[in-house]
């Protein structure tokens, strides 16, 4: 069936650092992909989206691109902000599906 | 004008109790969602509704209950409340129907957290 797998946590990083969460996906048709954010004793927010191959979806100087050959999605940010300290969730739906798949999440700490 | 909002933010209660969790969202979405957050925060379907219907019920106990009274408003009560049941329940929407290929987001609620005593 279809999956999303992401990159365990937590992950640790000063200000500044380079930021990678892996993503991939396992999928029988041609989904979106999404980035949500989660940031403490709130819900989950869309962070960025991507709808099919080779598109790039970008916010608040997060990046990722949909890739179909590697069925990959990570996110990236060339630099990261305390601020950014919060969970990042991985996801899929198909186009007219109820059923949005979502990774584990990855617990991003960024120490000032 | 808060999207998607829950009540209520915290519960706390003893096991064997009946309690509801009520949800709303003012965005005019066709769809709405259950989902169970655990302490590691991975996240768990449990019920969707489109426009009132129930269309998905992942492998939840019987002794959770959805209702949704029209299409604003989607609830959860639960049933003799065991020590299992603690978590964050989130309630989300989103739009379905109309979009064409544009497949919408979710938007979620700022969840509920239940605590069996």
């Known amino acids: 069936g279809d999956s999303v797998t992401q990159m365990e946590g937590p992950v640790t990083l000063s200000e500044e650092a380079f930021l990678t969460i892996n993503c991939t996906y396992t999928a029988t048709g041609y989904p979106s992909l999404f980035w949500y954010v989660q940031y403490p004793g709130e819900g989950l927010q869309l962070l960025l989206k991507?709808?099919?191959?080779?598109d790039k979806g970008s916010n608040k100087g997060f990046e990722a691109t949909y890739r179909k050959e590697t069925t990959s999605f990570h996110l990236e940010k060339g630099s990261v902000q305390v601020s950014d300290s919060a969970v990042y969730f991985c996801a899929l739906l198909y186009t007219g599906g109820f059923k949005t798949i979502f990774g584990a999440g990855t617990r991003l700490f960024v120490k000032a | 004008d808060t999207a998607v909002s829950q009540t209520p933010k915290y519960l706390v209660t003893q096991m064997g109790n009946d309690k509801s969790i009520k949800c709303e969202q003012n965005l005019g979405h066709d769809t709405m969602y259950w989902y169970k957050q655990d302490s590691k925060k991975f996240l768990k379907i449990m019920f969707s509704?489109?426009?009132?219907?129930?269309?998905i019920n992942e492998t939840v106990p019987n002794r959770f209950s959805p209702k949704s009274p029209d299409k604003a408003h989607l609830n959860l009560h639960i049933n003799s409340l065991e020590l299992g049941d603690s978590a964050v329940y989130f309630c989300?929407?989103?739009?379905?129907?109309?979009?064409?290929?544009?497949?919408?987001?979710?938007?979620f609620g700022d969840g509920t957290r239940l605590s069996i005593l």
């Open positions: 509704y489109n426009n009132k219907e129930l269309i």
């Open positions: 991507a709808t099919k191959a080779d």
């Open positions: 989300a929407s989103s739009q379905v129907s109309g979009t064409g290929n544009s497949n919408q987001p979710q938007h």
